[in-house]
């Protein structure tokens, strides 16, 4: 398989000529062609009338394989478009590399939005090729017809829309490395049914030329911290008593995981990350603090409140992490941020000290800048110590209803870290990450800033995918769940071992603890206890062997041990204690000092639980 | 041309910017650059795009009432897409700029005289005339351009169009495709 390479738009090129060149190929041909030279093994979609000529050709690269499977491009049908778009984007995240996916005009292209602009949100790098009506119909209201140029355009890092066929073969290049310069992010190819039928000469090279972005990916990868920068950081640092490391995404996506613990260990400094961040550290790690931001740990946000410096990389400032950003680590009175994108640079937060690169040369060039560098922060280090011993998370231990924390504690001692695991969106989405031990990066995959509903289950297909021998989990919720539902069908279809483990409480339990907190308990279009759904059954229907729904609290451990040792796709159904919160929580648009801590959880300044009042009306 | 302009700044009220972008000559480019106008909200003044002297590039001038600091962020916002060049703030700097106005005014036979000899202070030219009408072209900075319709809308202005402004730097832009002398 190629290596893929982040940053440049240009892969080195041996000055051999293509083995193809000059063959006459049709434009689908050209397609499949370019997906296998771009390292592509899998890809997933559904077909349809604009974009037959490309499942045609999919099917006859493979056909001319059949001794030579390594070779084929494996082909996974979902039940909706949108699933292969989640399953293109588990694929990505968990593997780092493009992730790909091919549907039909019109409603195919439509229901494959939602993914692309999670993609986008997230910055991960897939590559849409959607069929379009033949190009002399477009704009004439044809049958499955979208615009899809005009909607997939501000959700997109960029989309193409194929009218000289002689492009097209440049264009589905340029798509890769579009996707996978820079701040990574997703590129659609709109092609017509008429160019992929359109026959022509291969060339097995060539790209379309972006000047000013070429231009710019390449002062990228070569953008490294001048002398006179790193010493800047370091009088920082010099001057600092408590500093804090925050790393985000980006320290993911820019294979900086490694350099990042290097880096905290060598000057030690505590670590926290945003959701994105997970995995980044190691959370079991002395130094790492875990999650900050709304439903972070306790002693991650009180951190954050104390440090005097705060190292911001590859993390954005959300407003799930600063929901009042002028009260955000109010002590920071020196901020640092090292970014992959010129342009989150002082977008939410001013800034001391700033680097525009990837973060993984920035914290080489840092390290070995500050070789010298010694400085004693074991007080400081002692006081996130009482921190995270005085502040931890917990929860009730004490009923007899099963408390969803007990569950994703119970999986994280049996997983050890070691799995990859995907989520739904609400509660289950956060008590997964903060009560599941995730080792190393690319290992939870969620979709953070959308925050969409039903990602989790095709993203562990696409995960399951890219690593077929690792243990994959999708920690769900019920309404995540019935969002792609039939998903659960492409998980046997393709006999793969991925774990769903599904956290029952009844209805949206997110939706339902701010109609606690700031809704008066109305419990509009949240409330799931009448729905009649058997999810153990649909499971058995979609031929999962192993199906259950679990109970009794007394035999979580042995139940959940069986559900992951089983050798294949598993379904576990746990009920949970309905009335569950997340705590912390830090509402909309407040500060970290106003985090509310519930019952059980001890907090530095407590305030009433529940006494929260409205939340400022413009927030959200 | 000859008239040197003042600085833009003067002519401009505080949070009107000039923004120019230099863009991949391709279709989709400009509703995806002004959308992430509308999407904030932004409603754009004016608005030009024309092929530069490398013909594969265009130019957008776009005039949009906004704090200094969101157009900075949005033009970093601007120059991720692949298909910009370069997009930069030009209202502070060193810089030229002209819009052109056509405007057609009431000129009954008796006002002709006056007309004539106020739009010459402006340098106003008349492209066409009928017995109840001057059509007049005139071209220049924002101030000279409004400076004039003030003088002739007692006339009574029938209709009127305007390009909106092109702005250039008055030296070299670093990377862009006009590479003839200022
Ligand atoms: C597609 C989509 N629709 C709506 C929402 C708003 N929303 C956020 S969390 C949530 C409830 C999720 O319910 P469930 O999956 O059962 O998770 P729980 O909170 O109960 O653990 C809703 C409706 C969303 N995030 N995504
Ligand atoms: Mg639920």
Request: some cysteine; glycine content about 8%.
């Amino acid at each position: 398989m190629k290596q893929e390479r982040k940053y440049e738009m240009t892969a080195p090129q041996e000055q051999k000529s293509h083995p193809l060149a000059g063959r006459r190929m049709t434009g689908a041909e050209m397609i499949i062609q370019v997906l296998a030279e771009e390292g592509v093994d899998t890809v997933f979609g559904y077909t349809g009338g604009a974009i037959l000529p490309t499942y045609d050709a999919i099917f006859l690269y493979n056909a001319d394989r059949q001794d030579r499977r390594h070779e084929q491009i494996q082909l996974i049908v979902p039940a909706n478009e949108q699933g292969a778009g989640f399953m293109a984007a588990g694929y990505a995240r968990a593997s780092g590399k493009v992730g790909v996916f091919i549907v039909t005009s019109g409603p195919g292209a439509t229901n494959s939005l939602t993914p692309i602009r999670d993609c986008m949100a997230d910055s991960v790098p897939v590559v849409l090729i959607c069929g379009q009506v033949a190009r002399a119909a477009i704009g004439t209201d044809a049958f499955q017809e979208a615009p899809v140029f005009n909607f997939m355009s501000p959700c997109a890092k960029h989309v193409f829309l194929v009218e000289e066929p002689e492009e097209l073969e440049a264009t589905v290049r340029t798509a890769f490395a579009i996707a996978r310069s820079g701040r990574p992010g997703p590129v659609v190819i709109d092609v017509p049914k008429d160019v992929q039928n359109w026959e022509g000469v291969f060339r097995g090279e060539g790209k379309l030329h972006f000047r000013g972005y070429e231009q710019r990916m390449l002062e990228l990868s070569r953008s490294r911290l001048s002398e006179e920068s790193c010493g800047a950081f370091f009088e920082l640092l010099a001057r600092s008593e408590r500093p804090l490391i925050c790393a985000g995404g980006g320290i993911i996506s820019g294979d900086a995981a490694g350099q990042l613990s290097e880096f905290a260990k060598r000057f030690e400094i505590p670590v926290v990350t945003t959701l994105m961040g997970i995995g980044s550290m190691d959370t079991t790690d002395e130094l790492s603090l875990h999650m900050l931001g709304m439903h972070g740990m306790a002693y991650a946000n009180y951190a954050v409140m104390d440090c005097d410096f705060l190292i911001t990389l590859g993390a954005r400032f959300d407003d799930r992490v600063a929901g009042k950003v002028q009260e955000f680590a109010p002590k920071a009175k020196m901020l640092a941020h090292i970014d992959i994108d010129a342009a989150e640079i002082g977008k939410v937060k001013t800034v001391t000290w700033s680097h525009v690169g990837p973060a993984r040369e920035a914290l080489e060039d840092l390290m070995r800048h500050g070789e010298g560098f010694r400085k004693d922060f074991s007080a400081w280090l002692e006081h996130v110590r009482d921190l995270k011993r005085q502040h931890a998370r917990n929860y009730n231990r004490e009923t007899s209803t099963i408390q969803p924390h007990q569950v994703l504690e119970c999986l994280s001692g049996i997983v050890k870290g070691e799995a990859i695991v995907t989520t739904g969106v609400g509660q289950h989405q956060m008590w997964a990450a903060q009560y599941l031990d995730i080792r190393h990066p690319r290992s939870l995959l969620t979709s953070g800033s959308m925050a969409t509903m039903g990602f989790g289950l095709p993203a562990a297909i696409g995960a399951q995918l890219a690593f077929p021998d690792r243990l994959v989990i999708d920690v769900d919720g019920d309404g995540s769940m019935r969002m792609n539902l039939g998903e659960l069908e492409t998980v046997t279809t393709y006999n793969l071992p991925v774990k769903v483990l599904v956290l029952n409480n009844r209805g949206d339990g997110m939706v339902r603890q701010w109609q606690k907190l700031y809704f008066g308990n109305r419990f509009s279009g949240s409330d799931k206890s009448l729905r009649q759904k058997d999810f153990v059954k649909t499971a058995e229907a979609d031929g999962f062997r192993f199906a259950r729904r679990l109970t009794d609290k007394s035999r979580l451990e042995e139940t959940l041990e069986e559900f992951i040792a089983f050798g294949g796709p598993a379904f576990l159904e746990v009920m949970i204690d309905p009335e569950a919160c997340v705590y912390p929580m830090v509402g909309p648009g407040m500060g970290y000092k106003e985090m509310i801590t519930g019952d059980f959880i001890v907090g530095r300044n407590p305030v009433d639980d529940l006494s929260m009042g409205a939340p400022p009306s413009d927030s959200f | 041309m000859s008239t040197i302009n003042p600085p833009a700044s003067q002519s401009n009220s505080q949070n009107t910017r000039t923004l120019s972008i230099l863009v991949e000559n391709k279709f989709g480019v400009l509703s995806r650059i002004t959308g992430l106008f509308s999407a904030r909200a932004y409603n754009i003044e004016s608005l030009t795009v024309a092929r530069t002297s490398d013909p594969s590039l265009s130019r957008i001038t776009m005039v949009v009432r906004c704090e200094p600091l969101l157009a900075q962020q949005i033009l970093r916002q601007v120059e991720k897409l692949p298909d910009t060049v370069e997009a930069v703030d030009l209202t502070e700097s060193n810089c030229v700029e002209r819009e052109l106005v056509l405007v057609r005014v009431k000129a009954p036979e008796e006002k002709r005289t006056t007309l004539l000899t106020e739009a010459e202070i402006f340098r106003a030219r008349v492209v066409t005339a009928t017995p109840d009408n001057y059509v007049f072209e005139v071209t220049g900075d924002s101030g000279k351009v409004e400076a004039f319709l003030d003088v002739v809308r007692p006339y009574g202005i029938d209709e009127m169009v305007r390009t909106g402004k092109v702005a250039l730097h008055r030296n070299l832009s670093a990377k862009n495709g006009d590479t003839e002398p200022a």
